[in-house]
């Protein structure tokens, strides 16, 4: 297993928490993809070893303190995103690009899906949102972002 | 390729899983209470803060190019125009004196307890993304500056909303439309007192609480009415836009119009209350303290 240098590992997650707070308007706010989600998908199916469930935990409570969201909402959707990664990580380093991109929407759809579960819990409201959009953005998103830090890598 | 070393690997990983969501449930849970989540919350936000200091930074320089670029004509009208707002606001905060003085010899006459002015300072929106709920935002002051949890923010028309938590340098604030939000407010005209709630949309507020035998009538304003001791007495909360005919006789329901301008919030206030100290309660313990009082 390749060892990546920890540094691009944090400063690309860094940078997907600082995409994540540009403050859109209007409807570019709700098709802003899930940058923190990717940053950490990519660097744990390519350095599963760096960044892990702890690396995951730290950058979404970082997350939830930005966004003044119930305490550990992110945190608790990313950690379970990153162990199901880590579950399928053999198979998601071989299989092609398409069914990899799928997955990823998969693992995505999930995540939007716990953190709405959590929403509609901790709310008194009675309304289920989910926010189809993000998720759907950051699927097409996968594969730019994937092209990006591979190109990134191979440089460093 | 099966070997023990690989297996406790894998149950290592199990645990560190189930450890991890098992602290994010403990602090979703202790959210809820301002005492625990507030340290960590505030210790938390020394790590955030360079993040937000990096996505103003480019809001400030476009804000300092723009402001040194524009024509010293530009400046010059709004000179003018802000010369003559002030002069017809002096005009009417001299009549309002007489007005005051009048009230305190009617209050003296009535034996009623002095209302304390309120004290209030600007802050700032931090123009960040909070996600995808609209109704609450950022301001610049904090921990630091002494604001607490449960403080009133004005914007210049009327209440906007309240500071649910508390970070070092920043503060978060909950809109008065937050769908999860209740206000208790009083009828400006006839005194009744209900609950103003929010509904998720930034121009409406419901009254689904009105006793059947007050009147109500469109264009009526909304002050809230001090009980819990969150909000102040007497700040404008909005004004009825419109009654709802309901089947039930039990309670009357009508819609409000906030008077703030919650789209466009620039500049804000922050209140200080004579009992800062006692308002830090959260939002959902106002239905308890109505009850009590």
Request: include cysteine; aromatic fraction near 8%.
């Given at each position: ?40 998908i ?12 702890f ?66 819990l ?35 | ?35 625990i ?73 009535l ?7 309120l ?75 209900t ?66 301008n ?25 239905n ?6």
């Amino acid at each position: 297993m390749k060892h990546y240098s920890s540094k691009l590992i944090h400063l690309s997650i860094i940078v997907s928490l600082l995409l994540m707070l540009i403050p859109w308007q209007g409807w570019m706010k709700t098709i802003q993809p899930y940058w923190l989600a990717l940053a950490i998908i990519y660097w744990s199916i390519e350095a599963p070893k760096q960044c892990g469930l702890f690396t995951a935990f730290f950058y979404s409570i970082l997350l939830d303190v930005l966004y003044g969201s119930l305490f550990g909402k992110h945190g608790f959707s990313m950690v379970a995103m990153v162990f199901l990664i880590s579950k399928i990580h053999k198979r998601l380093k071989m299989t092609s690009f398409w069914q990899l991109t799928l997955m990823i929407g998969a693992l995505l759809l999930n995540d939007a899906f716990i953190r709405m579960v959590i929403d509609w819990l901790s709310s008194n409201s009675q309304s289920l949102v989910i926010n189809l959009w993000s998720v759907l953005v950051s699927i097409l998103v996968w594969p730019w972002f994937k092209y990006f830090l591979d190109r990134i890598r191979q440089k460093t | 390729m099966w070997s023990p070393n690989d297996s406790s690997l894998t149950q290592n990983k199990v645990l560190r899983f189930l450890l991890l969501e098992i602290i994010c449930i403990v602090l979703m849970l202790a959210d809820h209470s301002s005492k625990i989540a507030m340290p960590i919350r505030s210790a938390v936000s020394t790590l955030t803060y360079p993040l937000v200091k990096i996505i103003e930074l480019p809001q400030n320089i476009y804000t300092f190019i723009s402001s040194s670029l524009s024509n010293q004509q530009q400046l010059l009208n709004q000179n003018i125009d802000l010369k003559q707002k002030l002069s017809q606001v002096q005009i009417d905060l001299l009549q309002l004196e007489v007005i005051n003085q009048q009230n305190i010899e009617l209050r003296q006459l009535l034996q009623a307890k002095q209302k304390l002015p309120l004290k209030t300072t600007a802050a700032f929106l931090i123009n960040i993304n909070t996600g995808n709920n609209d109704h609450h935002f950022i301001i610049n002051q904090g921990y630091n500056q002494g604001v607490t949890i449960g403080q009133t923010v004005l914007d210049l028309n009327g209440v906007a909303g309240q500071v649910y938590s508390v970070d070092l340098e920043s503060a978060h604030v909950i809109l008065i439309t937050n769908e999860n939000h209740a206000l208790p407010i009083e009828f400006l005209r006839t005194g009744v007192r209900t609950y103003i709630y929010g509904t998720g949309d930034l121009n409406s507020l419901s009254l689904p609480e009105i006793p059947p035998s007050s009147d109500v009538q469109i264009g009526d304003i909304l002050i809230t009415s001090g009980l819990g001791g969150v909000f102040p007495r007497g700040l404008k909360v909005g004004t009825v836009s419109e009654l709802i005919e309901t089947q039930d006789h039990s309670f009357k329901n009508a819609i409000a119009q906030p008077s703030a301008n919650l789209n466009l919030l620039k500049q804000l206030l922050l209140v200080w209350s004579a009992d800062t100290k006692n308002s830090g309660k959260e939002t959902k313990n106002i239905n308890q303290n109505e009850e009590s009082e």
